[in-house]
């Protein structure tokens, strides 16, 4: 798909181009002054983008495969501001404090309910007291799951807390061997969920909405939310 990477590991795919959330914490990180945390980074176009503006970046990923290309991509000159670990949200931890801004982009909607709250709840500890957390995650208009979109509007309308979960993706394909080595479920997100999610970890919001990549920057297919922390 034109602007897509496929992932090493089955986790979707990495956008070439950046929406405007993830442009945000890019302009962000470059003038912060700290340390920033591009969370789920797979390849690195977040971070590639930032450490190209002057920032020092941390990427992190649960598979070590996305790090060696990224490390291997990043010029010399810019190697100096960048480290990398692999760790898989939620059981991962980071010193309390230690990122001035953390993108988490198109990562959320791989987990359950639960986790998406215990990942906010640490990324709000990672975070320095007025640091910013850049969420962007895929919502029903997305990809394959987009016929279903109509049956998560009327989950939603109907008060669910999940609307958009997606309980066996092997539905969507008359062959089942479509999905092997693919979470079975998906958990779409929007705007809404994620404005309520940030506002149950404590984080003030600042900005949220629908947004897109490349020609579709005004579309539906991503919920982002830029939120900060309390002082
Ligand atoms: C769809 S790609 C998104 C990549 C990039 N951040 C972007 O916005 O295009 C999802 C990435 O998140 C990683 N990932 C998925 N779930 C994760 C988790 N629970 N913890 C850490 N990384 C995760 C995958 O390995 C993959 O590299």
Not at 84 to 106: D, E, K, M, W, Y
Not at 175 to 193: E, K, R
Request: hydrophobic share 45%; glycine share 12%; charged share 20%.
């Amino acid at each position: 798909m034109p602007g897509l990477i496929p992932t090493l590991n089955r986790r979707g795919f990495m956008a070439e181009s950046l929406d405007r959330f993830s442009s945000a914490f890019v302009h962000y990180a470059a003038g912060c002054g700290g340390t920033v945390l591009d969370m789920g980074c797979a390849y690195g176009v977040a971070t590639h983008a930032a450490l190209g503006q002057g920032a020092t970046v941390h990427a992190c990923d649960m598979e070590a495969g996305h790090l060696a290309i990224l490390e291997a991509e990043t010029p010399a000159a810019l190697r100096p501001r960048l480290s990398t670990s692999v760790g898989t949200l939620p059981a991962l931890s980071f010193g309390a404090a230690s990122f001035a801004a953390i993108l988490c982009s198109r990562v959320l909607h791989f987990m359950r309910g639960e986790e998406i709250r215990a990942a906010l709840a640490l990324m709000h500890d990672w975070l320095q007291p007025g640091g910013r957390l850049f969420l962007v995650a895929d919502t029903p208009y997305a990809g394959f799951w987009a016929s279903a979109a109509a049956s998560y509007e009327q989950r939603k309308a109907a008060g669910e807390e999940w609307p958009g979960f997606i309980a066996d993706i092997g539905s969507f394909f008359p062959d089942p061997a479509t999905v092997d080595g693919m979470l079975p479920y998906l958990n779409p997100l929007d705007p809404d969920i994620l404005v309520r999610e940030c506002g149950l970890a404590g984080l003030a919001v600042l900005d949220s909405g629908f947004t897109g990549r490349g020609d579709d920057r005004q579309g539906r297919k991503h919920a982002g939310v830029i939120a900060m922390r309390r002082g």
